[in-house]
């Protein structure tokens, strides 16, 4: 699985933690159906790994289904055997440098400089900036891209709809959702209102794209644009 083209085509991850195993399957079922292709079953739920396996057997061997909170080169070889093709740490720890070893891309949860330092020299496909709200929200983001104006962030932790849009907009790769998307969904509440969620969510998404990113000196860029290590904005049409 190529992680980093699928969390720049999808934008938004959505963490499925649950009390509930039978309701955390629905909840990941209902995710898939609406749309939202990139989701990450966290090991902290309620038999995690059994609704991986499931997931996977439901979702068939091409779709996306990640495993959260791997910690250990144990928790890593777990997720891989479940049928996890991509895997999400909370911190740079044992579990990245399983997952690179076994061959699983890897969003590996940072959030200070030394951090996305660490994650990189591991290999780590992209970076959770993890707890996202906690850390200073998307200005921390943006004061962060400056010496890593290229990293590929994932904000997770506090991320409400209209974070999302903030994030994208400073130029985060992605966001990882939980609970403001979740809900109680997969603790057995209504899979009508997470349909409902997940649909504003996909628009919150889908308005940040349209709209373009803010580069880190302030500068909205349109979607196509990109900035290179040296500050050089270009596009598409550039050179034509």
Request: some cysteine; hydrophobic content about 45%; aromatic content about 4%.
């Amino acid at each position: 699985m190529e992680l980093l083209t699928a969390l720049r085509t999808h934008r938004i991850v959505a963490i499925v933690r649950g009390a509930d195993a039978d309701a955390a399957l629905r909840t990941v079922l209902t995710l898939a159906e609406e749309g939202l292709p990139l989701i990450e079953v966290s090991l902290s739920g309620q038999d995690a790994l059994g609704v991986i396996r499931r997931a996977r057997a439901a979702l068939g061997p091409a779709a996306p289904l990640g495993a959260g909170t791997v910690l250990t080169a144990e928790d890593a070889r777990a997720v891989r055997d479940a049928g996890a093709d991509f895997v999400v740490t909370p911190a740079v720890c044992e579990g990245v440098t399983e997952a690179k070893r076994l061959g699983l891309p890897v969003l590996a949860g940072v959030m200070t400089p030394s951090d996305i330092v660490a994650a990189r020299r591991l290999g780590a496909d992209a970076y959770k900036l993890f707890p996202a709200a906690q850390a200073g929200g998307p200005g921390y983001l943006t004061a962060l891209r400056g010496p890593f104006p290229d990293g590929p962030f994932v904000p997770v932790g506090g991320v409400d709809a209209d974070a999302a849009r903030d994030y994208l907009a400073r130029g985060a790769t992605a966001v990882g959702v939980g609970s403001p998307l979740i809900g109680d969904a997969a603790d057995g509440g209504s899979t009508d209102a997470l349909r409902e969620r997940t649909r504003a969510f996909l628009a919150a998404v889908r308005t940040a794209s349209d709209a373009g990113r803010i580069s880190p000196d302030g500068v909205r860029t349109s979607p196509d644009v990109r900035t290179s290590p040296d500050g050089v904005r270009t596009s598409p049409d550039a050179g034509r």
